[in-house]
């Protein structure tokens, strides 16, 4: 982990923290929870892959593009592929999610659950606005802006990705009434 010169162990803290709470959430959606899992709903790319490895669809195509359009921003493959990797799966991270939600067609989604995904949703939309003014610092030294680019166009491809969802958040907000999906109508993006 990198050194945090202005706040001495600042950033390790934080890394260590969110280290320790993914764990923990992994270990309550695993063993704490897991009579609560819908499996019936939860069915996201199992095409040709065994059981709960429906997510390879998204992190191989992933993998694949980030071996093929990195940044050299540090001329250390290991680093430049990883924040490659990390951006585009984190702009198709949520598609089981958005899958489920659309498999619930008669069952309304949990209101909880929805203003989070509505929170990450608007997140990428004020993060979208950030890369609007910062890709530019992104820019190589040769004079590239190849890696802003390309920030730009996945957090733009996550919003495009939510708006199917966010059109329905809107309406249930609007008429006070729980966020269904309706299986006629929408993008149907996922």
């Known amino acids: 982990m990198p050194d945090d010169e202005v706040g001495g162990l600042t950033y390790q803290m934080v890394e260590a923290t969110s280290f ?4 923990s959430a992994i ?11 819908q499996h019936d709903c ?3 790319g199992e095409w040709n892959v065994p ?23 540090n001329e250390h493959f290991i680093s430049d592929f990883a924040y490659a990797f990390s951006m585009y799966l984190e702009a198709v ?12 067609v008669k069952q309304s989604v949990e209101i909880l659950t929805a203003h989070f995904v509505f929170a990450l949703g608007f997140g990428r939309v004020l993060e979208f ?4 003014e910062a890709y530019v610092l992104l820019e190589t030294e040769s004079g590239s802006n190849m890696i802003g680019y390309l920030t730009l166009f996945s957090q733009l491809f996550q919003i495009v990705l939510m708006l199917d969802f966010f059109y329905y958040y809107y309406l ?14 929408g993008l149907d993006a996922v």
């Open 93 to 104: 991270a949520l598609l089981p999610q958005l899958y489920m939600f659309q498999r619930q």
């Open 172 to 185: 249930s907000m609007k008429n006070d009434t729980p966020l269904v999906f309706s299986s006629c109508h």
């Open 27 to 37: 270990y309550a959606c695993t063993v704490r929870f897991k009579k609560s899992y």
């Open 129 to 132: 606005f950030f890369w609007i």
């Open 20 to 23: 320790l709470l993914s764990l």
């Open 42 to 44: 939860d069915m996201f």
């Open 51 to 73: 059981s709960g490895f429906g997510t390879l669809h998204l992190v191989i195509p992933c993998c694949i593009l980030a071996l093929i359009w990195h940044p050299n921003r």
